[in-house]
C-alpha cells in the first residue's frame, strides 16, 4: 500500500477533534459522552503535541507519546493502539485495534479497514528512504547481485542505516489510572483471566473426583471391568489440558494484574505533595516500593493459590453431606489461627519497616555519625531494635506452626475418625464411601494450599496497609484547565500577578506566608533575599505551581491555576529548587540536563545542551569527560564537585526554555570568578528571572 492510500485514510488536522471523540468511542475509553472541538487550523504541529494530551484529558483519558525506532518499527506498531499517528503535516491516522499482523483504522466515515503493519511501516519509513533506496538499487544492480536477492539486500542496509532513527509523533490512550478500576482490570485482562482460571480449576476437580468415584466403585465391589478401567483413564488424561489451562490463565492473570498495580502505585508516588514525600522519609518509601513488591508476589502465588484453595473446600462441603458441618467447625478454627498469624505478621513488618527506615537514615548519613558520634554508638540502636524484632519473629513463628502443621493434619484425622465408623460398620455404600474420602482428602489438600500460602496473603495484607495511600493517591484528580496552552508572553505584559498570599503547611499551624504581594512583568530581573527560614522557598513554590496557596489570587499571564491546568503551569514556570532538595540521578549528563524536555534527546538537544554547559563554565568538565555528555554520572558514575552540581542544577532549568525561571540559592556554592560566568550566561538566556538568596 502506498503512502497516499494512507493519507486517504487518515482524519485532516482540522478535524482532529472529531478523529479523537470517534477513537475514544470506537476504543470504549473514557466518557463516550464527551465532544471535543476541533483545534484552529493555524496550530502548528508544535501546538498540537500539547493540544492532544490536553483534549485526552478532557475525555477522561491519558496519552502518552509512544517513541519508536526506525528499526523495528513493524514490531512496535503493534502494540500501538488506540493511538493517533501523524503521517504528515496534515494527516492523523486514528488507530483502534489490532488483529493478527494487521492494525484496525478508523476512516473519516467512521469505517474501520485492516492495514498490514509492514505496510504501514514502509510508508512511514519511505519518505526518509526514498533517495538511498534508488541509490542503494542502482549500485546493487551493477554489482550484479540476482534479482532475487536484491529487495532482501536493500532492505538489510536500510533497516541498519534507519539505527538511531525516532519517530515521537505516536500517541498511545489509555484510561486514567485512578479513575474505573473494573473497566482497567479488564482492559488488563484480569477480570477474564480471572473467570478462565476458575472455570478450568473447577473443571479440573470435577474430573478429579469423578475418577476417584469409579476408582472407589470398581474397588469396593471387587471387579475390575475393563471399560470402567479405561473410562478412569480417560478421565485422568482429560485432566492434563485443564491443568495446562489453569497454570497459563493464572499466569495471565498475574501479569496483568501485576502491571495494573504498578501502573497505579508509579501514578499515586508522582501525585504525592512535596509535603508527604518530606514526610515519609527515603527509607520509609523504600519500605513501600519493597511491600509493594509484597503485593505482586500474592498475586503470583499465594493470593492465586488462595483463591483456589478456597474454591477446593467449598467443593468438599458440597461433597461431605452430613460430615460438611464438622468441615465448617473446621474451617472457622483455620480463620482463626490465620487472623492470629496476620497480626502477628502486621506487627512483625511494622517493627521491620522502621528497621528500613533507620537504617537508611544511618547509611545516608554515615559519615556524619563517624565524625560526630561516639563509635560505641554506633550501634546501640540497631542492637534494640534486632532484639524487638527477634521477640516479634518468635511469637510469628509459633502462630506459623500452629497454622502450617496443625490445621490440615488435624482436619486429616478428623475427617477420617468419622468416616472410619461408617465403613467398619459397612453402612456406606462404596461409591458413596469413595467420594466421601475424596472429599477429606480434597480438603486436606486445601487446606495445605491454604495455610502453605498464607504467608504470602499475610505479607500482601500487612503490604496493603502500607501502600494504600500511595494507591488512594493515584485517584486524586490534576487540574487539567480550560485552555490546551498559553501564548508567549509580550515584552512588558503581566506574567505573574500575586495578591494576599497565605500558605500553611498545616490546616492549624501558624501560617508560613501571610498576604504576600508581588507582580513579575515578563523581562523583569528580581532578587529577592530575606533570612534564613522567612519563607522565600515556600512563596518561591508557590510561584512554580508545586503548592497551592491556602488563600489570596495568584495568576499567570492574567490566568489562575484552574484555568491554565497544572501542566501549562509548569511548562510557563521553570525552578532550580534548593540544593538538598535538588538531585544528579545515576544516568548520563545529557539526561540530567534535558529532563524538563522529551526524552530521547534529538541531535540539536544535546548541540544545545552543550552549548549552555561550555557558556556556564562547565566545558573543563565536559573535556575530562571521556563520553562528553554522554558520560554516566551521579552516585554511580562521574562524580561532580558541589559548583559543578550547581550549575547542572541552573542548565536543568534554563534548558526548559519557560518564560520565567527561578533559582533558589543556586549561585551559593560558586566562587566569584564562576559567579560572575555563571550569572551573565543566566541573564542572556532567561527571559524573565527571579533569584533567591540569603
Known amino acids: 500500500m502506498e503512502t497516499l492510500d494512507f493519507v486517504a485514510l487518515s482524519w485532516p488536522a482540522s478535524r482532529i477533534g472529531d478523529a479523537l471523540t470517534a477513537?475514544?468511542?470506537?476504543?470504549?475509553?473514557?466518557?463516550?459522552?464527551?465532544?471535543?472541538?476541533?483545534?484552529?487550523?493555524?496550530?502548528?504541529?508544535?501546538?498540537?503535541?500539547?493540544?492532544?494530551?490536553?483534549?485526552?484529558?478532557r475525555l477522561g483519558c491519558d496519552a502518552s507519546v509512544l517513541d519508536m525506532p526506525f528499526r523495528g518499527l513493524e514490531h512496535a506498531l503493534a502494540g500501538a493502539y488506540p493511538a493517533l499517528l501523524q503521517l504528515t503535516e496534515n494527516a492523523y491516522l486514528a488507530i483502534c485495534a489490532r488483529h493478527g499482523k494487521k492494525l484496525s483504522v478508523l476512516t473519516p466515515s467512521l469505517q474501520v479497514?485492516?492495514?498490514?503493519?509492514?505496510?504501514?511501516?514502509?510508508?512511514?519509513?519511505?519518505?526518509?528512504?526514498?533517495?538511498?533506496?534508488?541509490?542503494?538499487?542502482?549500485?546493487?544492480?551493477?554489482?550484479?547481485?540476482?534479482?532475487?536477492?536484491?529487495?532482501?539486500?536493500?532492505?538489510?542496509?536500510?533497516?541498519?542505516?534507519?539505527?538511531?532513527k525516532r519517530i515521537d509523533h505516536c500517541w498511545i490512550f489509555r484510561s486514567q489510572i485512578g479513575k474505573g478500576t473494573f473497566r482497567l482490570l479488564r482492559e488488563a485482562g484480569a477480570i477474564q483471566n480471572a473467570g478462565g482460571l476458575i472455570f478450568a480449576h473447577i473443571g479440573q476437580y470435577l474430573l478429579w473426583l469423578a475418577s476417584w468415584a469409579v476408582l472407589g466403585s470398581l474397588s469396593f465391589s471387587g471387579r475390575m471391568d475393563r471399560g470402567w478401567l479405561l473410562a478412569w483413564v480417560l478421565l485422568l488424561l482429560t485432566l492434563i489440558p485443564f491443568q495446562l489451562a489453569t497454570t497459563w490463565w493464572q499466569g495471565l492473570f498475574a501479569i496483568g494484574l501485576g502491571g495494573w498495580l504498578k501502573r497505579r502505585l508509579l501514578s499515586g508516588i508522582l501525585k504525592l505533595s512535596s509535603e508527604e514525600i518530606r514526610h515519609q522519609g527515603i527509607g520509609g518509601f523504600l519500605g513501600q516500593a519493597l511491600e509493594a513488591e509484597s503485593i505482586e508476589a500474592l498475586s503470583v502465588s499465594?493470593?492465586?493459590?488462595?483463591?483456589?484453595?478456597?474454591?477446593?473446600?467449598?467443593?468438599?462441603?458440597?461433597?461431605?453431606?452430613?460430615?460438611?458441618?464438622?468441615?465448617?467447625?473446621?474451617?472457622?478454627?483455620?480463620?482463626?489461627?490465620?487472623?492470629?498469624?496476620?497480626?502477628?505478621?502486621?506487627?512483625?513488618?511494622?517493627?521491620?519497616?522502621?528497621m528500613t527506615q533507620d537504617l537508611v537514615e544511618s547509611m545516608v548519613g554515615h559519615r556524619t555519625r563517624l565524625v560526630q558520634q561516639n563509635c560505641e554508638e554506633w550501634h546501640r540502636d540497631e542492637d534494640r531494635a534486632l532484639d524487638g524484632y527477634l521477640e516479634v519473629s518468635h511469637g510469628l513463628d509459633r502462630a506459623g506452626c500452629w497454622l502450617v502443621g496443625a490445621i490440615p493434619r488435624g482436619w486429616l484425622l478428623t475427617g477420617l475418625s468419622c468416616l472410619a465408623p461408617s465403613i467398619v460398620a459397612g453402612r456406606t455404600l462404596s461409591a458413596q464411601s469413595a467420594v466421601l474420602l475424596g472429599g477429606i482428602l480434597l480438603?486436606?489438600?486445601?487446606?495445605?494450599?491454604?495455610?502453605?500460602?498464607?504467608?504470602?496473603?499475610?505479607?500482601?495484607?500487612a503490604a496493603w496497609r502500607r501502600i494504600k495511600p500511595l494507591f488512594d493517591a493515584a485517584g486524586r484528580a490534576e487540574v487539567g484547565g480550560d485552555a490546551p496552552s498559553i501564548g508567549a508572553p509580550r515584552a512588558g505584559q503581566k506574567l505573574i500577578e500575586a495578591d494576599h498570599l497565605?500558605?500553611?503547611?498545616?490546616?492549624?499551624?501558624?501560617?508560613?506566608?501571610?498576604?504576600?504581594?508581588?507582580?513579575?512583568?515578563?523581562?523583569?530581573?528580581?532578587?529577592?533575599?530575606?533570612?534564613?527560614?522567612?519563607?522565600?522557598?515556600?512563596?518561591?513554590?508557590?510561584?512554580a505551581g508545586l503548592r497551592e496557596p491556602e488563600s489570596g489570587l495568584l495568576l499567570i499571564n492574567g490566568l489562575d491555576r484552574h484555568t491554565v491546568g497544572t501542566a501549562n503551569w509548569r511548562r510557563m514556570v521553570a525552578a532550580a529548587p534548593q540544593f538538598h532538595e535538588n538531585h544528579i540521578l545515576a544516568e548520563t549528563l545529557a539526561f540530567n540536563l534535558l529532563m524538563g524536555r522529551s526524552w530521547p534527546a534529538t541531535g540539536a538537544d544535546l548541540e544545545e545542551a552543550e552549548c549552555l554547559c561550555r557558556d556556564l563554565g562547565l566545558g573543563s568538565?565536559?573535556?575530562?569527560?571521556?563520553?562528553?555528555?554522554?558520560?554516566?554520572?551521579?552516585?554511580?558514575?562521574?562524580?561532580?564537585?558541589?559548583?559543578?552540581?550547581?550549575?547542572?542544577?541552573?542548565?536543568?532549568?534554563?534548558?526548559?526554555?519557560?518564560?520565567?525561571?527561578?533559582l533558589d540559592e543556586s549561585f551559593a556554592a560558586l566562587d566569584p570568578e564562576n559567579l560572575k560566568t555563571a550569572l551573565e550566561c543566566t541573564l542572556r538566556r532567561a527571559d524573565t528571572l527571579l533569584v533567591i538568596a540569603h
Open 502 to 543: 497565605t500558605f500553611r503547611y498545616r490546616s492549624t499551624g501558624t501560617a508560613a506566608l501571610h498576604e504576600c504581594n508581588i507582580t513579575i512583568r515578563n523581562g523583569d530581573r528580581i532578587l529577592l533575599e530575606g533570612p534564613s527560614g522567612g519563607g522565600k522557598t515556600t512563596f518561591a513554590s508557590l510561584l
Open 443 to 461: 480438603a486436606y489438600g486445601a487446606f495445605r494450599k491454604l495455610a502453605g500460602s498464607f504467608v504470602d496473603i499475610a505479607a500482601g495484607w
Open 302 to 354: 499465594g493470593g492465586i493459590a488462595g483463591l483456589l484453595a478456597i474454591i477446593e473446600l467449598l467443593m468438599a462441603i458440597f461433597l461431605l453431606g452430613r460430615f460438611a458441618l464438622v468441615l465448617a467447625g473446621w474451617c472457622g478454627l483455620a480463620v482463626l489461627a490465620g487472623w492470629q498469624f496476620m497480626r502477628r505478621y502486621a506487627a512483625a513488618t511494622g517493627v521491620r519497616m522502621d
Open 621 to 662: 568538565v565536559l573535556d575530562r569527560m571521556p563520553s562528553g555528555l554522554l558520560q554516566t554520572v551521579g552516585e554511580g558514575g562521574w562524580q561532580l564537585s558541589h559548583g559543578e552540581k550547581s550549575r547542572v542544577y541552573i542548565a536543568r532549568a534554563l534548558l526548559q526554555q519557560a518564560p520565567l525561571v527561578i
Open 113 to 164: 479497514r485492516q492495514v498490514s503493519t509492514r505496510d504501514l511501516a514502509a510508508a512511514i519509513r519511505e519518505p526518509g528512504e526514498r533517495a538511498s533506496r534508488a541509490e542503494l538499487a542502482r549500485a546493487l544492480t551493477e554489482a550484479g547481485l540476482p534479482l532475487a536477492k536484491q529487495r532482501r539486500t536493500l532492505d538489510l542496509v536500510l533497516d541498519e542505516q534507519a539505527t538511531g
Open 23 to 57: 477513537l475514544m468511542r470506537r476504543a470504549r475509553l473514557g466518557r463516550t459522552d464527551g465532544e471535543l472541538v476541533n483545534p484552529a487550523v493555524c496550530q502548528s504541529a508544535g501546538e498540537l503535541k500539547n493540544w492532544i494530551p490536553w483534549a485526552a484529558g
